[in-house]
């Protein structure tokens, strides 16, 4: 991998996952109801006993939520690249949607193995996901190919 793809797909990870969670916050402001993926991702890391200070839980865990957004910014770039997959915004779409899924599914396997849940509305959590996913997915397809052009 060169570094004009590696600069590709970084900044693309990075657009697509702040504009997801700026989404998500905004959703969870506006419900009023927890749906931040970090905050709720410091929760696990506490419930799993990481013997780290709380700010530090933070700062993993906003770093973790980074890295799986890059994660999946490497696949799309993956099966773009290779002609796995049509480069188009409709494929975005769905990669947003299989993602969403992905997370979804990551999210209830993460609390079913921590013995105490947070106390969230957990059908609007998966629900405000799901669509901030499609987002994830839509954005990175856009900064993605502003490399492209």
Same mark, same amino acid.
């Given at each position: 991998?060169?570094?004009?793809?590696?600069?590709?797909?970084?900044?693309?990870?990075?657009?697509?996952?702040?504009?997801?969670? /700026?989404?998500?916050?905004?959703?969870?402001? #506006?419900?009023?109801?927890?749906?931040?993926?970090?905050? $709720? *991702?410091? +929760? @696990? /890391?506490?419930?799993?006993?990481?013997?780290? #200070?709380?700010?530090?839980?933070?700062?993993?865990?906003? $770093? *973790?939520? +980074? @890295?799986?957004?890059?994660?999946?910014?490497?696949?799309?770039?993956?099966?773009?690249?290779?002609?796995?997959?049509?480069?188009?915004?409709?494929?975005?779409?769905?990669?947003?949607?299989?993602?969403?899924?992905?997370?979804?599914?990551?999210?209830?396997?993460?609390?079913?193995?921590?013995?105490?849940?947070?106390?969230?509305?957990?059908?609007?959590?998966?629900?405000?996901?799901?669509?901030?996913?499609?987002?994830?997915?839509?954005?990175?397809?856009?900064?993605?190919?502003?490399?492209?052009?």
């Amino acid at each position: 991998m060169n570094f004009d793809i590696f600069l590709q797909i970084l900044i693309s990870s990075i657009a697509a996952t702040s504009v997801m969670t /700026l989404f998500s916050y905004v959703v969870s402001a #506006s419900v009023r109801e927890l749906y931040k993926e970090p905050v $709720l *991702l410091t +929760y @696990i /890391l506490t419930r799993f006993h990481i013997e780290v #200070s709380l700010p530090t839980k933070r700062v993993l865990a906003w $770093l *973790l939520h +980074y @890295i799986i957004g890059a994660f999946f910014v490497i696949i799309y770039h993956y099966l773009w690249h290779y002609n796995v997959a049509e480069f188009s915004w409709r494929i975005a779409l769905l990669f947003g949607a299989i993602s969403g899924i992905v997370g979804i599914l990551g999210w209830m396997v993460l609390f079913k193995i921590i013995p105490q849940k947070p106390n969230i509305d957990f059908k609007g959590y998966y629900t405000q996901l799901f669509v901030a996913h499609v987002i994830f997915g839509l954005v990175a397809f856009l900064v993605y190919k502003t490399f492209l052009e």
